[in-house]
């Protein structure tokens, strides 16, 4: 499976992005997908997840009601909408993937089998 991410970048407090996740190489079934965040001097953490073949989410408390995950199974991309952005959000955020379950939850990154190469995201105060 081959990760892509794009869409990251600078933005104002308050703000918006989206982020973008190319996915290719396997067709997806009963399988979990990701956004990881990894700020400096900081352990990567989980930020939202979603299940492919369900549609269920799991999202950080840090950023419910801010961030939304999906998917679109007929490009096959994943996307996290990230909306009110604040400068805590700052970081170098990652799609990753976890085949062969439909389990969708706070997902630890050695859990993961595969990761695409982050995008930066800088949010200004």
């Known amino acids: 499976v081959q990760l892509q991410a794009s869409g990251g970048g600078l933005v104002q407090a308050g703000g918006s992005l989206r982020l973008s996740c190319a996915i290719s190489?396997?067709?997806?079934?009963?399988?979990?997908l990701a956004w990881f965040r990894q700020a400096p001097g900081k352990e990567r953490d989980i930020v939202a997840a979603?299940?492919?073949?369900?549609?269920?989410?799991y999202y950080a408390e840090s950023v419910k009601g801010r961030f939304t995950i999906s998917r679109d199974k007929d490009k096959y991309m994943l996307y996290l909408q990230m909306n009110s952005l604040k400068p805590e959000d700052t970081a170098v955020y990652y799609c990753?993937?976890?085949?062969?379950?439909?389990?969708?939850?706070?997902?630890?990154?050695?859990?993961?089998?595969?990761w695409g190469k982050g995008t930066q995201v800088t949010v200004s105060s």
């Open positions: 990753a993937a976890r085949l062969g379950s439909d389990y969708v939850g706070p997902y630890n990154d050695y859990g993961m089998d595969y």
């Open positions: 979603i299940n492919w073949s369900a549609d269920t989410q």
């Open positions: 190489g396997r067709t997806l079934s009963r399988d979990g």
